[in-house]
C-alpha cells in the first residue's frame, strides 16, 4: 500500500517555472513505478511524464518534452517534476499515481494508487 501526497503548485506567470513534488509512504517505495497526469478544466486526465522504478527510463507526452523533467530521490521516498517554460495551456490540476512495476507506464489505468493532485495555474 502507497499513499501519496502532491505539494508545490500555484499560481505563475507564462514562462516561468514550478517544481512539484510527490511524497509517498511505504517501505517499499522504491518498487513502484511512478508517473504524473494532468486534467484540465473540462477535460479528462491526461499523461504527462513517467519514470521507472530505478529512475532510469522515462517518458513524457509531446507536449512537454523539453520542458518538463521528472525525476525521483527513492532515499527521501519522493518523486518530482520540473516545470520550466510554463504555458497557459499547462493549467491543470497535477496527480501524482503509483504502481507496483519496475518498468515506465504511460497509461492512466496502468496505476493503482493516486494522489489527491495540486492545482497548477499559469496566468498570460
Known amino acids: 500500500q502507497v499513499q501519496l501526497v502532491e505539494s508545490g503548485g500555484g499560481l505563475v506567470q507564462a514562462g516561468g517555472s514550478l517544481r512539484l513534488s510527490c511524497a509517498a509512504s511505504g517501505r517499499t517505495y522504491y518498487s513502484y513505478a511512478m508517473g504524473w497526469f494532468r486534467q484540465a478544466p473540462g477535460k479528462g486526465r491526461a499523461f504527462v511524464a513517467a519514470i521507472s522504478q530505478s529512475g532510469l527510463s522515462t517518458s513524457y507526452a509531446d507536449s512537454v518534452k523539453g520542458r518538463f523533467t521528472i525525476s525521483r530521490d527513492n532515499a527521501k521516498n519522493t518523486v518530482y517534476l520540473q516545470m520550466n517554460s510554463l504555458k497557459p495551456e499547462d493549467t491543470a490540476v497535477y496527480y501524482c499515481?503509483?504502481?507496483?512495476?519496475?518498468?515506465?507506464?504511460?497509461?492512466?489505468?496502468?496505476?493503482?494508487?493516486w494522489g489527491q493532485g495540486t492545482q497548477v495555474t499559469v496566468s498570460s
Open positions: 499515481a503509483a504502481v507496483s512495476s519496475s518498468l515506465v507506464h504511460t497509461l492512466e489505468s496502468g496505476y493503482n494508487y
